[in-house]
């Protein structure tokens, strides 16, 4: 049965994770991105509703969508009918009259993808669901592991930072552990994961971390998440869960990622953005590619 929406990660199938792995390879050069559009999606209409701010997610999107040559329109709540007080449903009923194909939207709710997939007519694309889920992440996450090792099965992968909050955390997790990969977590107890990830590997710190490590996956502090009044001191933080200039060439074997916004100064040192260890500009990359095979997966 053809693939109308994904949700999470968990709407994929080990064969179809493989087959956007590689369908995305396709898109891609040793430095970038082949200089081909194509006509996949010719006549397709997207829209992007972002009900939160992005950069990455957002704009990869659309170049996928151009890419595959199919017509985009970005809806954002700022300047729409919410601000008169209108409906989330509403606002999607009247987004789906005007003949969309498929939607790609952002929510702070966790359960919107699922509430909305279960009565529109379009197909509805996870671009990230509060703390929950952000499946599309995870599969370029998985991408840029595959191409750097060759393979995800095997690969030692620590998550460090605020797993709590992290929507980032949980689908990257899954995915990885799903391919194989060996995956541990680091955190301070206030920002500790729930749930399956809790019962991965822990480590204590960065370091220790990294002597264990093939990859580091780092993620920044939350805030606009955090419900609560402890948020961790940037001193301490940084002391046991940085990874600092000096760390990093203590275990210059050790891969850096980051799904970014990166907060400079607090989980990662600027400098490290430029050094061949660290993938977090490969990852804006290979999101623009597998964001392409996910379109062709289910809007095809």
């Known amino acids: ?53 992005s950069t990455r997610t957002r704009l990869s999107f659309e170049s996928a969508i151009e890419r595959m040559g199919a017509n985009c329109v970005l ?28 939607m790609i939207l952002r929510h702070a709710i966790n359960g919107t993808h699922s509430h909305i997939a279960g009565w529109t007519s379009m197909s ?14 995870a599969l370029l996450d998985a991408s840029t592991i595959r191409e750097r090792f060759d393979r995800v099965e095997g690969v030692k992968v620590v998550i460090i930072g605020d797993l709590l909050h992290s929507r980032v955390a949980r689908s990257t997790a899954s995915v990885l552990s799903r391919l194989g990969a060996d995956v541990g977590w680091c955190a301070p107890e206030s920002l500790a994961p729930v749930g399956e990830i809790s019962r991965l590997r ?3 710190d960065a370091r220790h971390a ?4 093939d990859v580091v996956f780092l993620l920044r502090i939350q805030r606009e998440r955090i419900v609560s009044d ?18 990093a060439a203590d275990h ?3 891969v850096i990622m980051h799904p970014g916004p990166v907060n400079i100064g607090v989980e990662l040192d600027e400098a490290l953005l430029n ?7 490969r990852q804006v990359t290979h999101g623009v590619a597998v964001r392409m095979a996910v379109l062709e997966l289910i809007c095809r």
């Open 1 to 53: 049965m053809p693939l109308r929406h994904l949700l999470t990660t968990d709407d994929l199938s080990l064969d179809e994770i493989d087959l956007i792995l590689k369908r995305a390879a396709e898109f891609l050069t040793p430095t970038g991105l082949v200089h081909k559009s194509l006509d996949t999606l010719a006549g397709k209409r997207f829209v992007l509703a972002f009900y939160e701010a």
């Open 75 to 102: 809806f954002t709540e700022a300047g729409s009918s919410v601000e008169k007080g209108e409906s989330l449903d509403e606002t999607i009923r009247t987004i789906e009259a005007m003949g969309f194909d498929a």
């Open 124 to 137: 509805v694309i996870n671009a990230g669901e509060g703390t929950m889920a952000h499946p599309t992440q």
């Open 202 to 204: 822990r480590f204590d």
């Open 210 to 213: 990294m002597q264990w490590a």
């Open 230 to 247: 402890h948020v961790p001191d940037i001193d301490e933080y940084r002391r046991q869960y940085a990874v600092t200039s000096s760390l």
């Open 252 to 254: 210059s074997s050790v």
């Open 275 to 281: 050094v061949p260890q660290c993938l977090v500009h």
